[in-house]
């Protein structure tokens, strides 16, 4: 049974940083895209960034344009986690935030909720202004 659990969410002041953490059991992610998506209140999940493995050393990443320049995708393929550092965070930035592994090696990077099979059960970010 493959299971996601992401670590490192909680409230911050507008400005400052987190690091978000999401470790995989049962499934290794090598070779296997991952992403970070998030949901505000009334709105549709959107992806953050997402970063796929191409060869265990080449790795494409896209990013929201909202976060560009202030938030930064990573994997540790060797611990079977990934990470999404969050700088310069805004009161926008809050959201309950889901990791996600997609199940098929692609040679891109996929960016659709649909392309992703299995799904952390979240964590809350709040930015305080």
């Known amino acids: 049974q493959v299971q996601l659990v992401e670590s490192g969410g909680g409230l911050v002041q507008a400005g400052g940083s987190l690091r978000l953490s999401c470790a995989a059991s049962?499934?290794?992610?090598?070779?296997?895209?991952v992403a970070w998506f998030r949901q505000a209140p009334g709105t549709e999940r959107e992806l953050v960034a997402a970063v796929s493995d191409q060869d265990g050393n080449t790795y494409y990443t896209s990013y929201a344009d909202s976060v560009k320049g202030r938030f930064t995708i990573s994997r540790n393929n060797a611990k079977n986690t990934f990470y999404l550092d969050m700088n310069s965070l805004k009161p926008e930035d809050t959201a309950v935030y889901h990791c996600?592994?997609?199940?098929?090696?692609?040679?891109?990077?996929?960016?659709?909720?649909?392309?992703?099979?299995?799904w952390g059960q979240g964590t809350q970010v709040t930015v305080s202004s």
């Open positions: 049962g499934r290794t992610i090598s070779n296997l895209p």
């Open positions: 996600a592994l997609a199940q098929d090696f692609t040679p891109s990077v996929p960016t659709m909720r649909e392309a992703y099979h299995y």
